[in-house]
């Protein structure tokens, strides 16, 4: 049994190059491998508005929303935010 807390802390986490830590760096990679896909298709559509003749404004007023859906789906991918939930 451990004799202090951190004695505890170290037994429960596996320490800093654990289990966890290549865990994250699988989920890290996921998360990039399952944004991509739409990002490109994202960049794509603005590039595509752009050689169509629009004006730039048109491409970069969606842009922001392409980028902040990217991230935020990155963020749910890598952090496992949906685990757990059935």
Request: glycine share 10%; net charge negative.
């Amino acid at each position: 049994m451990a004799t202090n807390a951190s004695d505890a802390a170290e037994s429960n986490d596996g320490g800093p190059d654990g289990p966890e830590e290549a865990g994250s760096n699988r989920n890290r990679k996921r998360a990039v491998l399952a944004v991509l896909p739409f990002l490109a298709i994202g960049l794509a559509n603005v590039v595509l508005m752009l050689f169509q003749g629009l004006r730039p404004l048109w491409g970069f007023l969606i842009l922001p929303p392409i980028l902040f859906c990217s991230v935020l789906a990155y963020l749910v991918f890598s952090t496992d935010f949906l685990d757990g939930r059935t």
